[in-house]
């Protein structure tokens, strides 16, 4: 998304994985912030992510989300007639020489924040060129503009949607086309959940339950094996059948599949032990002390966890208000020797 500014031709731009409202919504506050203001009108088309319907003429109705937005930040919309590119000519233009000048060749993003910053900072520098017409630097113009941008808002403004989800028999819910597992314990349950452009927040009872990251991939899972480990205590003979079982560490896929019946149910109470205790990263050093000691079953696994994390605590000294009192003190042994048989000296 872009926003343009006629009359010096500054603009800045931010690229995001979707044309979500949260999205859009993250986009337009990133510059609001980058620039420091905000403008006092801005000319949007119709774009489903802010009117939600076209009525006759310049009547719209607006969106909850956008409309939120734009009286938090306090500026003004107008939308343009359908099928009007004209009306916004100018960030039309933008639009396509941003995609040639900062996007060829096609950019590979593996972070959206760390590219956005260096994009908005790349269209700083652009700005250092003539204007088309006016006989000056954009800059130099963009500078003239800022003394008319709204104050930004006193309070920060957490762009997210929020849903009320049911949780399946399986333990997922879902956003969009994306299904998200919490835990088959809480199937039938409504769960609240907070949906940012990045992640996705899940609530219960008034506790965070589970952070996602936002899944744009049609059709696909996002799934944690941790959150699973108490139902697979329950039944452990489906635990190498489980969608999620190759998330599980390397060492431990290979144990669990070498053990059965009761040993396999032992095993998978200590791995969810470990994991409960947040010691996930020594799941797999854990069983490489086993296997140099020699031993393999649940206890001497046990010990060799305890070893690795249950590290030995000693309190610390008292601390005394005062010194205590040096005593001269020098008992009579002899009384003692002559009770015990023993010969007095």
């Not at 979500?20 to 000319?43: A, D, S, W």
């Not at 028999?169 to 990045?198: H, M, R, W």
């Not at 635990?239 to 079982?245: G, L, P, Q, V």
């Not at 008292?318 to 020098?330: H, Q, S, V």
């Amino acid at each position: 998304m872009s926003i343009s500014f006629p009359y010096s031709n500054a603009a800045w731009t931010q690229v995001y994985p979707s044309e979500n409202q949260e999205c859009l919504l993250t986009g337009m506050k990133r510059i609001f912030y980058h620039i420091g203001g905000v403008p006092i009108r801005c000319r949007c088309d119709n774009m489903a992510t802010a009117v939600s319907q076209v009525l006759k003429g310049t009547e719209r109705v607006i969106t909850d989300g956008f409309y939120r937005f734009k009286l938090h930040h306090r500026f003004s919309a107008d939308f343009c007639n359908p099928d009007s590119g004209n009306e916004k000519g100018n960030i039309e233009n933008k639009v396509g020489y941003t995609r040639r000048n900062m996007f060829v060749p096609v950019p590979v993003i593996t972070d959206f924040e760390a590219y956005n910053e260096e994009l908005l900072h790349r269209c700083d520098k652009d700005h250092n060129r003539d204007h088309y017409e006016r006989g000056a630097l954009i800059r130099e113009l963009w500078e003239d503009e800022i003394s008319h941008l709204l104050a930004l808002p006193e309070h920060d403004y957490e762009v997210f949607n929020y849903d009320s989800l049911k949780v399946n028999k399986l333990g997922f819910i879902k956003v969009d086309t994306t299904k998200y597992g919490l835990s088959p314990e809480l199937a039938g349950k409504v769960v609240q959940v907070k949906i940012y452009f990045n992640k996705i927040e899940a609530f219960y009872d008034h506790n965070l339950l589970k952070v996602f990251r936002r899944n744009y991939d049609r059709n696909s899972e996002e799934i944690d094996w941790k959150d699973y480990l108490p139902t697979l205590v329950k039944k452990p003979g489906a635990t190498e059948h489980t969608r999620f079982f190759n998330q599980m560490p390397k060492l431990w896929q290979e144990y669990l599949k070498s053990v059965t019946g009761r040993e396999r149910k032992s095993a998978l109470l200590l791995l969810s032990e470990i994991v409960d205790d947040g010691n996930e990263t020594l799941c797999d050093e854990v069983l490489e002390l086993a296997n140099e000691c020699g031993r393999l079953d649940n206890d001497s696994i046990r010990q060799c966890y305890m070893l690795i994390a249950k590290l030995e605590k000693y309190p610390l000294p008292l601390e005394l208000a005062t010194d205590p009192p040096l005593l001269n003190y020098c008992p009579d042994l002899s009384v003692y020797d002559k009770l015990t048989g023993g010969v007095a000296l």
